[in-house]
Structures are given as C-alpha cells and as structure tokens.
C-alpha cells in the first residue's frame, strides 16, 4: 500500500528487500522479484493440480496468524469448486479452485499447498467462515481453497512477459444468482464482444462448455477460466426448445 516496504523473510530471519513485477487482483496472485536472494535458495518443485484426487493427503505451509513457519496437513475435499477471491458480487474473481480441510487462517492464505511429494499443487487463498462469506479475519472451519498450480503457472509467466496479467471473456452477463441447475443463462450481450461475433444471444442458456456440463452462472465462468485468451471453446446453448452449438474465440481483459 502507498509503495511500502515489501520484504522476504528465510526460515533463518534473513530479511530481502523485494518489489512487485506485475499483479492478478482477479487471481489473487503476484510476482515479486528479491534481487539479493538470486542463487542463495532452490526452487521448489511444482506439480499438477489436474493429478489430485479427492481423498488425498496435502500440507498446506505458510505463517497462519503470525506464526511462521507452520505447516498444517488435511485432504483434498474437491476439485474444480467455483469460488469468489475477492468482492462475492464480482463476477470477475471467481475461479475453480481446490479445496481442502486443511487450516488456512489469514497468514498462509499466499503460501502453497503441496502433495506428500513436496510439490506444489496451489497457492492457499480463500477460507470459508462461520458468516458464511470467503476470506476475512474469521477462524478455519475445515474449508479452504486453494488457486490451481496450472493458473498460477500461466498468470505468472503473463506477468514476467508482459508486466500483467489477462483472463479471458466473452463480453456476455449471465445471471449468477440462484438457479435451477439447468444452465447459465444469458442477460446481455456486450455489442462488438466475442460472444456477439460467437452468435451468442440476450436469454440463451449456456448448458456445456467443450461437452462438460454447465450447471448455471458461476459454473460457467470458471469453466471459461480454464481456457486462456485466444483459444476458441464451443457452448451447447438452449434457444429456445432447440439445442445447437457456437464457437467463440476468447478474448482477453487485464485485471
């Protein structure tokens, strides 16, 4: 805040000035360069959230509360759950997520979350509360979430290349509220947008991305989430009785 000082600290206390390469507020990420510890560390290895199953034992490690240090074990709960890292009204920071019943309390969200290989699988992020809402000051409950290794992969090589981070869209509102389950229905279309250029229509139902299913809104933006500016997915939409298929080519939006 107000370009304070920022600074990494070794398991020894060692201190290392650090500064900020570039920033995801959408994927609550950041790369941050700390000249002074080039070659004094080894990088952890990473692996693959894709492997996961439910079940599966994951530690997740980091300084919970202030206390450095600490590593705090449980399983992998689910996979690919649509969760908000930020503002719950913002259909802008909602991502697929891994979450786990290991404790997460504020000071080891940012820390990673590794397999009993010692690679890691995600970065900690947002924890349920007993008030029902994502992140805040509350204790761990058993339920946390965890941003998959591949996103953070892809949204830090974006920001070394470029200096920041895109997430793709389609220009298109649906509704994320209550549904039935049956799809995501369309409330707008952006004119000039990938989804009008797609075919896509004010009161579409989006049921399947690619063949997966799509169960309403938040269901579909994550499943947007998992593809990258660019690439072109296929919708099974509803229109109407009729079933039919448009391509869209993502495009992409900074934040």
Do not use: C, W
Request: avoid cysteine; aromatic fraction near 2%.
């Amino acid at each position: 805040q107000d370009d304070g000082r920022i600074q990494v600290v070794d398991q020894e206390g060692n201190r290392y000035d650090a500064s900020v390469v570039g920033r995801s507020a959408v994927y609550d990420l950041a790369v941050l360069v700390a000249e002074d510890m080039a070659g004094e560390f080894e990088p952890t290895a990473l692996g693959a959230s894709s492997r996961l199953r439910v079940g599966e034992t994951v530690v997740a490690i980091g300084s919970p509360l202030g206390l450095s240090s600490t590593v705090t074990a449980g399983i992998v709960s689910a996979l690919q759950r649509a969760v908000t890292t930020g503002d719950p009204d913002s259909e802008t920071s909602y991502i697929n997520a891994v979450q786990t019943d290991a404790a997460i309390n504020p000071g080891n969200s940012g820390g990673p979350l590794v397999n009993l290989l010692g690679e890691v699988v995600g970065v900690n992020s947002a924890i349920a509360t007993t008030g029902g809402g994502l992140g805040g000051e509350a204790g761990n409950i058993g339920v946390g979430f965890a941003i998959p290794v591949e996103q953070v992969r892809i949204t830090a090589d974006q920001i070394l290349r470029t200096g920041e981070a895109q997430y793709p869209v389609i220009g298109a509102r649906v509704r994320t509220g209550s549904e039935l389950g049956d799809g995501a229905r369309i409330e707008k279309v952006e004119p000039g947008s990938a989804a009008e250029d797609g075919g896509l229509e004010k009161g579409d139902v989006i049921v399947a991305v690619d063949g997966v299913r799509v169960t309403d809104g938040i269901a579909l933006i994550v499943s947007i989430r998992t593809h990258q500016p660019g690439e072109t997915v296929e919708f099974t939409v509803r229109r109407g009785e009729q079933e039919q298929q448009v391509s869209v080519e993502l495009r992409g939006q900074v934040g």
